[in-house]
Every structure is written in C-alpha cells, then in structure tokens.
C-alpha cells in the first residue's frame, strides 16, 4: 500500500468515526438504532465484498485494456498540472456528470431499476449511500475513473478522488442535524440529500446533486422546506436479501409470495435468519446482529411517483417530472 493509500485509508476511518459519533450526539431522525435493518447486508456485501469485486472489474477488466489498446494516458493530458488542480478538476466535472445521470435515472423506467436500491433503506445512515446497483456503480466509477487514468493524471489523484468520494458520501447521508445556512447554496449535505430519500412526491425529482448543491438551485430541482420527511425509502415492497436486490431490478416478484411458493427460495431465505437465530439463542449480546426493525412513525404512504411503480402498476412516464420545484428560504 502506497503513502497515499494509507493516508486516504486513515482519513476514511476517522471521519466514519467522526460520523457515526455525530449522529449518536445530534440526530437528524431520532431512535434509528445503530445496527439498523440491512446493517449488514449495506456493510459486508456492498460496502465491502461488492467494492472489492468492481473495482476489480472496473479498474483490470475495462479501464486497462481500454489504455493499453488506445494509449490515451502516454499523451499526458493533465501531468504537468499540480496534482490539487488535477484533483479539483476531476472532483467538478464528475460532479457533474453524476448529476445529470442522476437526475436522469429519476426520470427513466428503464434506469430507475439500476438506482431503486439505493433508496430502498427505511433508514438512512452513514452507512446506506453504499447500497447500490452493481452496474450503477460500474457505470459510475468506470466513467469517473476511466479520464482519470486515460489522461494521465498522476497517480495518487485516484486514492485521493476515491476518497472525497467515500468521505462525502458517507455524510450527505448521515444522520445528522446540522444547519449549513448559506453554504447548502454550495455545497451538498444531509439536510437536502436526507430529503432525498424521503418518500415523498414532491421531492422525488429533486436534490440529484452529489457534492455541489449548486447544481440544483442553477437547474431548478432544489428542494429545502422548513420541515422533515415523515417516511424514507420506497412506497412499494422491496427484498432485502442483496441478491434479491438485483434479481429484482430485472423481474419484479413479491418476496414474500416468491418464498411461500419456492422451497429453494424459502431454504435460502431462511439460512441467514436460521443461523444468526441459533447464535443469538447462545450469545443474546449479539443480538443485534438481526438488525433492529425500523420504528415508523407514518403509518400512511406521503404519496410519491416512482418510475419504476409497484406489481401491477404501470410506470409513470418521464414527462411527468416536474420542470421546477418549490424551494423554501434557507435557515440563515
């Protein structure tokens, strides 16, 4: 591991422990447990086995043979830039580039498929901005990583990107209550990505932006009222075993009913719940390696369009998106 790997790698660190105590002292939504639902799952299979296993695909499979077949990093289009140039360069223009991706996998059917998962969590934290499609992220960071690498940036500018990347991800969707006041103009935080992830009509089209929240108040989908969301993630039943996650994304099948109606899909099902039950039975301190139930405190769905619809529902066209929404003045 490179000087700068370890350096990234420590600033990671620290700030998910900076976080994770910030949303203990001062939350944004009050009584979300520490292993909420999905802990795990968000944790061990994206975060940590699903990061590994792209970034190998990503990285070996497509971005080097593209530069060993073209050659584009030998013409060195940024080395002589210092390096923080390089890396504010890359850092602004992926930014918008996500923005607009984002923004249009709100508005397709097809696309939203590839991104429903990441708004599936009842209960966002530090941690559920890592719940994401796989080919979402091989989309992503192929396109962000790729000019990195083809124009011959130096090569610490990776690690660092990669860690603005994971540092700011990390917060926008914490669960902290924080006022930014005239800085939520520029620069993105939890109180607009929070609202987000509501499940809420009115803001489904709306704060796309990843870092910069200027975009949204120059493009028109910015969205900040005086009050909080009454309900997060999605209005229609969604797995929550990560390969059901995927398979999902392609064939729309009742979780539940797939299980009543498949002995294999129930045995499946039912392996992880049977073994962490029988752990749990002889040590009850790890008991909330479960993942503690989410506490709603809406019972009703806040309606809010989905592209992607519910079983049985046809999805809404895109040219339902609203071209502006309301924005409420900012607490000053």
């Known amino acids: 591991m490179q000087p700068v790997e370890i350096i990234t790698t420590a600033i990671l660190l620290s700030w998910v422990a900076v976080v994770i105590l910030l949303e203990r002292a001062i939350p944004y939504r009050k009584g979300l447990p520490f292993f909420r ?39 060195h289009f940024v080395t002589g830039w210092p390096i923080w140039a390089q890396v504010l360069f890359f850092v602004v223009t992926h930014d ?3 923005y607009w991706f984002h923004r249009f996998q709100h508005s397709s059917p097809l696309f939203w498929r590839t991104h429903e998962a990441h708004h599936s969590g009842k209960q966002v934290d530090w941690l559920a901005g890592s719940r994401s499609h796989a080919l979402e992220i091989i989309i992503n960071q192929t396109i ?35 006022k930014s006041g005239r800085l939520q103009y520029f620069f993105n935080g939890p109180e607009m990505h929070l609202w987000h992830h509501a499940d809420h009509e009115e803001v489904f089209y709306a704060n796309f932006s990843t870092k910069f929240a200027f975009w949204d108040w120059l493009f028109g989908t910015a969205y900040l009222p005086g009050h909080k969301p009454l309900k997060w993630g999605l209005p229609y039943a969604f797995p929550k075993d990560y ?28 392996l992880r719940l049977r073994l962490l039950a029988g752990l749990t039975a002889r040590v009850p301190a790890l008991r909330p390696l479960h993942g503690w139930p989410v506490p709603e405190t809406h019972t009703g769905t806040v309606p809010a369009q989905r592209p992607g619809g519910n079983f049985g529902t046809s999805p809404a066209p895109a040219a339902a998106a609203p071209a502006l929404l309301p ?4 607490p000053r």
């Open 144 to 178: 962000e990583f790729a000019p990195i690498i083809l124009l011959g940036a130096d090569p610490a500018v990776v690690p660092i990107k990669a860690c603005i990347d994971a540092v700011w991800g990390i917060w926008i969707h914490a669960n902290v209550n924080v």
């Open 96 to 98: 918008f580039y996500i």
């Open 243 to 270: 390969f059901a996650q995927h398979v999902f994304s392609v064939a729309r099948f009742d979780e539940d009913g797939l299980a009543h109606r498949s002995a294999w899909y129930r045995a499946y099902r039912g």
């Open 37 to 75: 639902e999905g802990f795990w799952t968000d944790l061990v299979l994206y975060t940590l086995v699903q990061s590994y296993a792209l970034k190998i695909i990503i990285f070996d499979c497509l971005i080097l043979p593209l530069d060993q077949h073209f050659g584009f990093s030998k013409l």
């Open 327 to 330: 924005t409420a003045a900012l």
